[in-house]
T-cell receptor
């Protein structure tokens, strides 16, 4: 069964303190891995898609990487406005253009 | 470019009633997905519509249903509401052109009392 596990559940950082969020997955053939950001009470905001091991994507202070078993979201010198829940999702080859399977998310709090 | 829109923003219903939630996809997107996000739980896949047809559904009872209109907008209906149906209902859309990212709307907060 396809499964996504994110760690840690919650992370508290000081402004400027870099860190990484982990997303480990088990799928029957990976079609794509997606990172989203979700603010409280709002819909998830698309950040990145990664398709194959070794691929990397960057956007401002965020960098996503992918291996055959996990993905990391690296946050460099975070600011308070980076506080949000970060969601990882996978789409398997067996699912076609079907559903995304989401992890439970990592709640990030960045304090000044 | 306008994003995915959903209405209403909030909906309060009584147990046993029916709820109707609406979604308009991004222009040019033909696939619409519905997800449920209950408090403390992750996003759970509900339904997928493409070109007016229901293509797949998640592990939810038949009282969760919907449809997609010719203009690709979609409606989610929840019959015989139960307290545990209280959640944020999210709609996402995707172009049917081999791109896999789904873009989400702001959600409808459904509260069942």
């Amino acid at each position: 069964e396809d499964q996504v596990t994110q760690s840690p559940e919650a992370l508290r950082l000081q402004e400027g303190e870099s860190s990484s969020l982990n997303c480990s997955y088990t799928v029957s053939g990976l079609r794509g891995l997606f990172w989203y950001r979700q603010d409280p009470g709002k819909g998830p905001e698309f950040l990145f898609t990664l398709y194959s091991a070794g691929e990397e994507k960057e956007k401002e202070r965020l960098k996503a990487t992918l291996t055959k078993k996990e993905s990391f979201l690296h946050i460099t010198a975070p600011k308070p406005e980076d506080s949000a829940t970060y969601l990882c999702a996978v789409q398997s080859l067996s699912g076609g253009y079907n559903k995304l399977i989401f992890g439970a998310g990592t709640r990030l709090a960045v304090h000044p | 470019e306008a994003g995915v829109t959903q209405s209403p923003t909030h909906l309060i219903k009584t147990r046993g009633q029916q709820a109707t939630l609406r979604c308009s996809p991004i222009s040019g997107h033909t696939s619409v997905y519905w997800y449920q996000q209950a408090l403390g739980l992750g996003l759970q896949f509900l339904l997928w519509y493409d070109e007016g047809e229901e293509r797949n559904r998640g592990n939810f009872p038949p009282r969760f249903s919907g449809r997609q209109f010719p203009n690709y907008s979609s409606e989610l209906n929840v019959n015989a509401l139960e307290l545990e149906d209280s959640a944020l209902y999210l709609c996402a859309s995707r172009t049917g052109q081999g791109v896999f990212e789904q873009y989400f709307g702001p959600g409808t907060r459904l509260t069942v009392t």
